[in-house]
């Protein structure tokens, strides 16, 4: 058969072909070198590299986020709670037709065009597996209504998770403070590590000073995953610890009275209990709705409140900064006797002005026809103004400035909330380094009275009614009052931190001036005995003050005549104490505008005071264990 | 051929003459079958119904083989043009009114079963360039060379036309296989491959998208790891997680949850590697090396010019599959759809791999006992 083709030479061809096969042979050979060299690479060379990287690829660590403690307040009323709530996730990944879907959603649960944004915003930023949010805050309506259609939307979830809500809302607002979305600014203040995972951070008060305590630590849970990103089995776990529960000084319902006694006037209540420092209530008017911010506070809600003239959100109680007025005359004349200038049963004589030699300036009484000759107690239940006048040209503004400072004037009190704001006791290195000017005797009888430069917080007027309740005797004021272990149940309370007490030369001095406010609410020529003093079963001593707002702030718009007549009247203070023997409670009033401090501001103090007799605070059992 | 066809031993030797079979050969290949299918159960995730599949498309594919093997090899040479004009004519109808699928035109719907004409040029190209040159005087020369170039371009640019790059190639090894072995000379070797070199660019330009991205991706899979790279990183994964002694059948993460695409198909070398780890590639690619050297020693022992260059072109062809699914696997070369012979899931091919046998069997097993 071969043989029929004569031009064939088979040996030759035989031989060609050994060699072509032999040669191929050789090739296959360094091929399947090359293989198994690459194999080998990739399994003994770099086998520890993907042995890492299949292991990145099976396990996924997941954080859990820990439940944030909760807020009481000192009997056990709760200030911040954790609710279950319902949000609706898509996984992109599972859903063919995102727009679709959302416009199918549409029609049985409400989702507005901001949600829609927001979720693109999000889509774009997650991974395809991952769900994304669209509705926060689900009804249970509208939970019910979903799980009936849910088969005809694969890839849309409803989540269960806690959401922060405050019961009491507007009423403690600023003193609870708010959580809201954690910011990059955020993390910055906190380990980042902690808080993956968790949606809420302390924006303001509590929430915000006690982020530490509140947050808990996270758990982590690590699960093999396949691809797609879902979990397969749990191969670790450690469970998240929640956070410390706190329990406050502060007293719900006499928030509440306070809240209410303010009305409808922009103001500040602070109520301290002299024997502690620990604050029974803290509110600042006008307030806002704390659960607002806890989702993310809708942008016109937002613009309403930062653009309300009457800043909503400023904490006027820690953070507003008013001529004290009158109110600090009860120092000035612990100064005066102090120092020797003055005796208590020394008469005065008050006209309704004086004047400053070299000038015919009249700084006048608030009453213009004087209040004739006057003592101590009196001038302070009168609160005559020249009297102080008078005083204030003996002691001078140093001594003045010594004594406003002992009493913490003009100081941050370093109260455990947020953000609180100092004030100003002028002295004369202040003036000199804040203007470069020397300091002028008018600018002390301003101040003797509480006003001119001197500007305070009603935070630190509580404190100086406080340490004079205490009879020099005081405590840093605070609002923790105990926080409970999370995961042993153990209760530990705070202690009060003693301020340095004001040791005076003779304390017969406190008597005087007690006295004196004790006549401001009991004597019948009292400036607050007609708006205080009336029914009264408990001994109380207090002081009024009214500050001259002299001039609109320069940026405000110009108001309408009506307004303009409320901006530029006083604002109304006063500050009390009581019982005055053994006192359990100082108040400090403060009425943005109001007017007369004894009529406007001492009804709401003694408002507060009526609530805390009606009411004494109880001691929970759970939190009077401590320690 | 055998002495001793009474003793008891020998009857089955006899019964492996009478039936066409080469013993050594099926063995191999059969061993290289079961493993498939148990690398394919584990890299199914444990299905049943892929491994029965599986193991039907092997005995339909071995049963074709074994009838191919009792043609003589003489029937196939003088079928080979006719088969190979049949290949190119239904081509040509795939061109014109083929399905598509996923982009590509391959598929011809003959009513009953949809089949790739493409698969059986693996066949018919070399065993026509085979039986051109079983008359002409060998080494050829330049005008035999160009008819034998010729019938191997026809095919392959219709298929690289579909287009199916992998299949294309294939084809165009099979066939180049058959050149080489009938004495192409090493000077045009040597300039083809400059040729192709030079020719690279022009390919580049020509390409489709989808394997431009291929070959960006082969160059740096880092480039996009979700999306084209993917495939590769993953597999890569798998392999080097696999380590020396593999990480155990049925433990291997990487298919199992997922991550690795096509696992079953043209990447379950990757789970074989991360199960089984480097002993069991060796092991693989050792049969694979016997089946080879087997098919060589065949195309050796073989009587006539159209059965040496068949048997020696059907056998490199052979390797070219394993090479260039491992090397792309392995991350080695470009990912073009070749899937590993006899263990990848799918039909088509395997049966046509095992039809190729099932003609080494026959050219094996019908020698004439003149020769030695």
Not at chain 1, 229 to 244: D, I, K, S, V, Y
Not at chain 2, 120 to 130: D, E, I, R
Request: aromatic share 10%; charged share 20%.
């Amino acid at each position: 058969m071969a043989a029929d083709n004569a031009i064939k030479n088979h040996a030759a061809e035989r031989s060609m072909f050994l060699l072509r096969t032999a040669v191929a042979g050789a090739v296959i050979a360094v091929l399947v070198g090359v293989l198994l060299f690459r194999v080998s690479y990739l399994q003994v060379l770099r086998h520890g590299y993907y042995e890492t990287r299949s292991q990145d690829n099976r396990m996924r660590v997941q954080v859990m986020p820990p439940v944030r403690g909760l807020i009481y307040d000192r009997n056990g009323v709760i200030l911040a709670d954790n609710l279950p709530a319902y949000r609706l996730e898509i996984v992109p990944e599972q859903v063919e037709d995102l727009s679709a879907t959302l416009d199918r959603l549409a029609n049985i649960i409400e989702i507005r065009d901001a949600d829609r944004d927001r979720f693109h915003e999000r889509v774009a930023k997650t991974p395809r597996f991952r769900g994304v949010p669209i509705r926060l805050n689900l009804s249970q309506r509208e939970v019910a209504r979903f799980e009936v259609n849910r088969g005809d939307f694969p890839g849309v979830e409803i989540r269960a998770g806690l959401t922060r809500h405050y019961p009491l809302g507007a009423v403690a607002a600023h003193l609870v403070g708010y959580v809201g979305g954690i910011t990059v600014q955020d993390l910055r203040r906190v380990d980042e590590k902690r808080y993956r995972g968790s949606n809420h951070i302390g924006k303001s008060g509590v929430e915000y000073s006690y982020e530490s305590r509140l947050h808990g630590e996270p758990g982590s849970r690590v699960v093999e995953t396949n691809a797609s990103g879902r979990a397969l089995r749990e191969l670790e776990m450690n469970r998240p610890t929640a956070g410390e529960s706190l329990y406050l000084t502060i007293d719900a319902r006499l928030q509440k009275a306070a809240f209410d006694a303010l009305g409808d006037q922009d103001g500040a209540v602070v109520a301290m209990d002299p024997n502690t420092g620990g604050l029974l209530a803290l509110v600042s008017k006008p307030s806002y709705d704390p659960d607002l911010f806890v989702d993310g506070i809708s942008h016109i809600n937002y613009k309403r409140l930062i653009t309300d003239p009457h800043k909503p959100l400023f904490n006027r109680a820690l953070q507003g900064q008013y001529p004290p007025g009158s109110t600090v005359k009860p120092v000035m004349a612990l100064a005066g006797l102090e120092t020797d200038q003055i005796e208590a049963d020394k008469q005065v004589w008050c006209p309704g002005f004086i004047t400053l030699p070299g000038s015919n300036h009249r700084y006048r009484d608030w009453k213009r026809s004087g209040h004739g000759w006057v003592d101590m107690p009196e001038a302070i239940f009168r609160s005559s103004d020249v009297y102080f006048y008078k005083l204030g040209l003996k002691l001078g503004i140093d001594n003045i400035h010594r004594y406003g400072e002992l009493f913490g004037l003009g100081a941050r009190t370093g109260v455990d909330l947020p953000r609180e704001n100092s004030g100003i006791m002028p002295s004369r290195a202040w003036k000199n380094g804040t203007r470069n000017q020397p300091w002028y005797p008018g600018e002390t009888l301003n101040t003797i009275i509480g006003q001119g430069f001197m500007t305070t917080t009603p935070l630190q007027l509580a404190q100086m009614t406080s340490r004079i309740a205490g009879r020099g005797d005081g405590y840093k004021p605070h609002v923790l009052r105990a926080w409970k272990n999370p995961v042993d149940g153990s209760v530990t309370s705070s202690t009060p931190t003693p301020l340095r007490p004001i040791q005076l030369n003779d304390p017969a001095h406190w008597q005087v001036v007690i006295k004196g406010m004790e006549e401001v609410i009991g004597n019948p020529r009292g400036t607050a005995y007609h708006y205080v003093g009336q029914n009264l079963d408990y001994t109380i001593a207090g002081k009024s003050g009214s500050a001259q707002v002299t001039k609109l702030a320069q940026n405000e718009a110009a108001p309408d005549l009506e307004d303009v007549e409320h901006q530029f009247r006083d604002h109304a203070l006063f500050v009390a104490f009581a019982p005055i023997e053994n006192p359990e409670i100082a108040v400090a009033v403060l009425v943005e505008h109001g007017g007369g401090g004894s009529s406007v501001a001492g009804p709401v103090a003694r408002q507060v005071i009526d609530a805390f007799r009606a009411q004494p605070p109880v001691l929970q059992a759970s939190t009077g264990s401590g320690r | 051929m055998n002495a001793n066809a009474t003793n008891a031993p020998s009857t089955l030797s006899e019964w492996l003459v009478y039936w066409r079979i080469d013993l050594q050969l099926l063995v191999a290949l059969l061993c290289c079958a079961a493993l498939g299918l148990f690398v394919l159960y584990s890299a199914s995730g444990q299905s049943s119904a892929v491994v029965i599949n599986q193991s039907i498309r092997l005995g339909i594919g071995l049963f074709g083989m074994l009838l191919v093997a009792q043609i003589p090899p003489e029937w196939f040479r003088v079928a080979a043009p006719w088969v190979f004009g049949f290949g190119v004519f239904l081509l040509v109808l795939v061109v014109l009114l083929g399905d598509t699928a996923m982009g590509a035109r391959r598929w011809l719907d003959l009513g009953i079963v949809r089949f790739q004409p493409s698969e059986l040029m693996k066949l018919a190209a070399p065993l026509a360039v085979a039986a051109y040159f079983r008359d002409r005087s060998l080494p050829p020369n330049l005008r035999d060379v160009g008819i034998g170039a010729l019938l191997i371009a026809v095919p392959v640019l219709l298929v690289a036309d579909q287009p199916d790059l992998g299949t294309a190639l294939l084809i165009a090894a099979a066939g180049g296989f058959a050149l080489y072995f009938a004495g192409l000379r090493w000077r045009i070797i040597l300039l083809l491959v400059i040729a192709a070199a030079a020719a690279a660019p022009a390919l580049w330009f020509n390409m489709h998208d989808y394997q431009q991205e291929r070959v960006l991706t082969f160059l740096n899979p880092a480039r996009d790891p979700t999306g084209a790279g993917y495939h590769i990183s993953q597999s890569k994964i798998a392999i080097g997680s696999g380590g020396v002694f593999g990480k155990g059948w049925l433990n291997g993460s990487q298919a199992h949850l997922n991550f690795l695409p096509e696992s079953d198909t043209d990447f379950v070398f990757a789970v074989f590697a991360e199960e089984t780890g480097l002993f069991g590639v060796m092991a693989l690619l050792g049969l694979y090396c016997f089946i080879v050297a087997r098919g060589l020693y065949i195309a050796m022992k073989s009587q006539d010019t159209f059965q040496r260059l068949a048997a020696g072109s059907l056998s490199l062809t052979f390797f070219i599959y394993v090479f260039v699914n491992i090397g792309m696997v392995a991350g080695l070369l470009p990912v073009v759809g070749v899937p590993l012979p006899l263990i990848s899931y799918g039909g088509t091919s395997m049966v046509i791999l095992l039809l190729s046998f099932g003609i080494l069997m026959s050219i094996h097993t019908h020698r004439k006992l003149l020769a030695t």
